[in-house]
């Protein structure tokens, strides 16, 4: 057969929609979910204000998530670790926790007890939430909660929650 410049692009377009045939569907193992720590207020609080990080490091964003609470909840370590600040950051309270493998969470505004170098556990108290004299959700009071990795902020949800796309799938019919 002889093979004409008008044929070949037609033998590789077929070629190429034969070879991007869908595989038949096979199933999809569930994985574990990625959250492994806890809320830091108990019961569960409504975040107020989600993780909103800057496009660049030097703009304004919220690099945290502010959870509703009333002034005086007990605020827990969602993991175990290092207390590394207890002190003032401009006009409020704040705790840090360095958890290992490049993570620190840090809460404010928290009256907290404890001092450097202290270790704590998951869910070991923390401290108190103070008032709200400034901050987003002034006069209401809220725990602003801000993890970072490194020198980088992140969702601290996504340690609490599984944040995992949902995934479709396939249906293998009526049982």
């Known amino acids: 057969m002889r093979l004409t410049p008008?044929?070949?692009?037609?033998?590789?377009?077929?070629?190429?929609?034969?070879?991007a045939a869908?595989?038949?569907p096979h199933p999809v193992e569930a994985q574990a979910p990625q959250a492994s720590w806890s809320w830091p207020l108990e019961p569960r609080p409504a975040v107020v204000?989600?993780?909103?990080?800057?496009?660049r490091p030097w703009l304004s964003g919220h690099r945290g998530v502010d959870l509703a609470a009333s002034a005086g909840a007990t605020v827990r370590a969602p993991a175990p670790g290092t207390v590394v600040f207890v002190g003032w950051v401009v006009d409020r309270p704040v705790v840090t926790?360095?958890?290992g493998d490049g993570l620190r969470s840090s809460f404010e505004p928290v009256d907290s007890p404890l001092a450097l170098g202290v270790e704590v556990e998951k869910e070991t108290p923390?401290?108190?939430?103070?008032?709200?004299?400034?901050?987003?959700?002034?006069p209401a009071a809220?725990?602003?909660?801000?993890?970072?990795?490194?020198?980088e902020y992140v969702d601290p949800l996504q340690f609490v929650?599984?944040?995992?796309?949902?995934?479709?799938?396939p249906w293998a019919g009526p049982p």
Not at 126 to 138: D, I, M, Y
Not at 161 to 169: A, G, Q, W
């Open 6 to 19: 008008r044929i070949v692009p037609l033998l590789l377009l077929a070629a190429a929609l034969l070879g």
């Open 22 to 24: 869908p595989a038949a």
């Open 49 to 55: 204000h989600p993780f909103d990080p800057p496009e």
């Open 97 to 99: 926790i360095d958890h």
């Open 126 to 138: 923390l401290g108190t939430l103070e008032p709200a004299e400034v901050g987003h959700c002034a």
């Open 142 to 151: 809220c725990l602003h909660w801000g993890v970072r990795r490194g020198d």
């Open 161 to 169: 929650e599984d944040r995992r796309p949902s995934v479709l799938l």
